[in-house]
């Protein structure tokens, strides 16, 4: 199968003004996702996909490739659907999509959501990875149940699965998932995600991968041992992401 990348970016971030065009060891936000989704080698092209002119600019200038797109899409997932549905992507049989603002988006991540949709023949893919009682608390990170065959169940921001006896504490181990947000779709799972309206599950807990669950699709969760560092949010995150670039570089990722 193959498999297109697309990197959504936007300027309209409110903790971060200017998020993709931030620079990150001097190079913009954006360019250095677009160096990290290509460096992966498990797409055959890797694109930006904007809306904006200067995001566009940015890119192209080192040497990237950009598709335009509208000003009005919601969400990532949907300006992603823009750029698969174009005449020029049609001969590719899986999407790809890794945020704009995951510079650090480990191998592990990238590669498991791509196989459960290349490989395992789900619809939908994604990663996930294990996490401890710090994170079940934690409203700020989403957390996946997955099923045996490795289907994801649910996503929340609750603590899943919930500890109702302590006697079972010991159940616990291994079965926080934190998500990690990357995602892999299969052509028509990808069209048949976008047209659907927006599910109350989702607006309840504002995770759009809700929408297609509730609607029967199946997504693979690929669960990998480190989920490695976070993404770019706000100015603190982009302090700590310059101080963390050149060990990550030097080390294994």
């Given at each position: 199968m193959r498999t297109l990348a697309v990197i959504p970016a936007r300027l309209g971030a409110t903790r971060l003004p200017r998020k993709p065009l931030r620079l990150l060891a001097g190079l913009p936000l954006?360019?250095?996702?677009?160096?990290?989704?290509?460096?992966?080698?498990?797409?055959?092209?890797?694109?930006v996909a904007t809306d904006s002119d200067e995001v566009?600019?940015?890119?192209?200038?080192?040497?990237?490739?950009?598709?335009?797109?509208?000003?009005?899409?919601?969400?990532?997932?949907?300006?992603?659907?823009?750029?698969?549905?174009?005449?020029?992507?049609?001969?590719?049989?899986?999407?790809?999509?890794?945020?704009?603002?995951?510079?650090?988006?480990?191998?592990?991540?990238?590669?498991?959501?791509?196989?459960?949709?290349?490989?395992?023949?789900?619809?939908?893919?994604?990663?996930?990875?294990?996490?401890?009682?710090?994170?079940?608390?934690?409203?700020n990170v989403v957390k996946v149940v997955a099923a045996d065959d490795g289907r994801a169940m649910y996503f929340s921001r609750a603590?899943?699965?919930?500890?109702?006896?302590?006697?079972?504490?010991?159940?616990?181990?291994?079965?926080?998932?934190r998500h990690v947000g990357v995602y892999a779709y299969a052509r028509d799972a990808l069209a048949r995600w976008v047209a659907l309206p927006p599910h109350p599950f989702e607006r309840i807990e504002r995770l759009e991968q809700l929408r297609p669950l509730a609607a029967g699709l199946a997504m693979g969760v690929a669960c990998i041992a480190d989920a490695g560092l976070s993404g770019i949010d706000t100015e603190d995150d982009l302090v700590r992401a310059n101080a963390d670039w050149t060990n990550f570089n030097t080390g294994p990722n």
């Open positions: 954006v360019v250095r996702v677009w160096e990290r989704v290509t460096e992966t080698g498990l797409a055959e092209r890797c694109v566009a600019q940015a890119v192209r200038r080192h040497g990237g490739e950009v598709v335009m797109t509208s000003p009005d899409h919601p969400s990532g997932t949907d300006r992603v659907a823009e750029v698969a549905a174009r005449p020029e992507f049609a001969g590719f049989d899986a999407v790809l999509n890794v945020q704009g603002d995951e510079p650090f988006i480990g191998m592990d991540a990238v590669r498991g959501a791509v196989e459960m949709v290349t490989g395992r023949g789900f619809p939908l893919g994604t990663a996930a990875a294990m996490a401890g009682l710090d994170v079940l608390m934690d409203p603590a899943i699965p919930y500890l109702r006896d302590r006697a079972d504490a010991p159940l616990l181990r291994d079965r926080i998932w």
